[in-house]
């Protein structure tokens, strides 16, 4: 069975740097991050498969670095320079689907945590 557990959510100045952190059990392929804003559509940040290969949402990309340890079964989301507009709801979300792209598009994935909350303050 899979199991995500978020941490590492936080209200930080823009501009600074903040790392959220996924807690997994069971083995999928595609793993990545999303958030929300009350009342938008649920994006996708990033993802990345299983081989290390990671893909981002343009308007993270160059700022946010995805990344897995298989070992520890923590999945990361380095984020940096943050903005206002990356204040959020922040979801780990995992998937045994091989298309890493579309999972990250399209919001296909079969399991998800309960969010951490990121709140950036200009």
């Known amino acids: 069975e899979v199991q995500l557990v978020e941490s590492g959510g936080g209200s930080v100045q823009a501009g600074e740097s903040l790392t959220l952190s996924c807690a997994y059990t069971g083995v999928t392929y595609c793993m990545g991050w999303h958030r929300q804003v009350p009342g938008k559509k649920r994006e996708g940040v990033a993802s990345?498969?299983?081989?290390?290969?990671?893909r981002y949402a343009d308007s993270v990309r160059g700022r946010f670095t995805i990344s897995r340890d298989n070992a520890k079964k923590v999945l990361y989301l380095h984020m940096n320079r943050l903005k206002p507009e990356d204040t959020a709801m922040y979801y780990c979300a995992a998937t045994h689907n091989f298309d890493c792209y579309q999972a990250l598009r399209y919001g296909n994935m079969e399991y998800w945590g309960k969010g951490t909350l990121v709140t950036i303050s200009s």
């Open positions: 990345i498969d299983n081989d290390g290969a990671t």
